[in-house]
């Protein structure tokens, strides 16, 4: 198996994370080329205090690295995250609601990584067909009144839209083709994109929009569609973005504190979210005492957002 050489830019950007990461970030990549891009042939690993990236697919080994080093850049540098405090009564469902939510948060992100990509020369004509190309191995064709994959479509479709949207070349050939295949799904990806404002999307706030936009919107596809919808407004935490007079402000003023019919994942009990008043985005759980009572909540809504986030120790990012 053949050992990857990857572009001195790649290098640049793995010592780039490494002056921000807290141990050291390795890359390695070794495979054979498929001549097709999929997320998952690249992998990260903690070994001790050492993280290791690496990629298994030689088609576009220089995309792969920098795509996954820029993930762990934007994360290090405060860029909201989502994560899961909460969880159903079935594991099973909890967990393909987390994957869900996951796939569906990405898109809004690779707006800034897409694009820094397509800046550096790594989004080829090559690369754009490789990647149309593991949509199309990753989905089946659309079938009159079958829905069983209009959810995995719409949020693969999405993500294709947000990746054609900042190849520099003519991408018509591979839009004709998801079109063709998936015409359902693609036209409510292109509503979502429309929505989601992607040239927009600079910094951690309109990110954080972002998610947001592409949340409701995907839910309200299911809603069209008759399918479930997931709910990720409640059930997904997002790293909350905020000004110092936010952070200043009374609870109440910021945050709806909501009971909601989910687990804490840490404890198990009933749990209560900090959903932004703004947004209606889950921003925090709390680990209510049992019996919450009215001076409890009164205490709480009372007290400045900053030193709540304190006692939490809540991750927030400064607007």
């Not at 199309?136 to 994959?149: A, C, I, S, V």
């Amino acid at each position: 198996m053949s050992e990857m050489k990857f572009l001195d830019d790649t290098l640049k950007l793995l010592e780039q994370v490494n002056q921000v990461y807290p141990g050291s970030v390795i890359l390695r990549g070794q495979g054979e080329a498929s001549g097709i891009i999929t997320h998952d042939q690249v992998t990260t690993e903690m070994l001790e205090t050492r993280l290791m990236v690496e990629v298994t697919d030689a088609t576009a080994p220089d995309f792969q690295a920098t795509h996954e080093l820029l993930h762990m850049l934007l994360t290090l540098s405060g860029f909201p995250q989502v994560y899961f405090q909460l969880k159903t009564g079935d594991e099973d469902v909890t967990n393909q609601l987390m994957v869900m939510a996951t796939y569906l948060y990405r898109p809004a992100l690779h707006a800034i990584i897409y694009r820094e990509q397509a800046k550096h020369g790594l989004l080829t004509a090559e690369v754009a067909e490789a990647y149309a190309k593991g949509v199309m191995t990753t989905l089946t064709k659309e079938t009159p009144g079958n829905r069983d994959e209009a959810a995995l479509r719409l949020l693969t479709l999405l993500d294709a839209k947000v990746f054609m949207h900042n190849v520099p070349t003519d991408t018509t050939a591979f839009t004709a083709t998801f079109m063709d295949a998936f015409p359902e799904a693609w036209q409510g990806a292109t509503l979502i994109f429309d929505q989601m404002a992607i040239d927009h999307i600079v910094d951690a706030f309109t990110l954080h929009q972002a998610i947001v936009t592409a949340f409701d919107g995907f839910d309200a596809m299911m809603i069209t569609w008759q399918l479930p919808e997931l709910n990720s407004k409640e059930f997904t935490t997002v790293t909350p973005v905020l000004s110092e007079r936010q952070l200043r402000l009374p609870v109440a003023q910021v945050f709806d504190i909501k009971h909601v019919d989910l687990l804490n994942q840490v404890t198990g009990d009933t749990a209560y979210v900090g959903l932004q008043k703004s947004s209606g985005q889950n921003s925090f759980v709390l680990a209510a005492p049992t019996e919450a009572t009215a001076d409890w909540f009164k205490e709480l809504y009372a007290m400045p957002v900053q030193d709540l986030f304190d006692q939490m120790k809540q991750p927030f990012t400064m607007r």
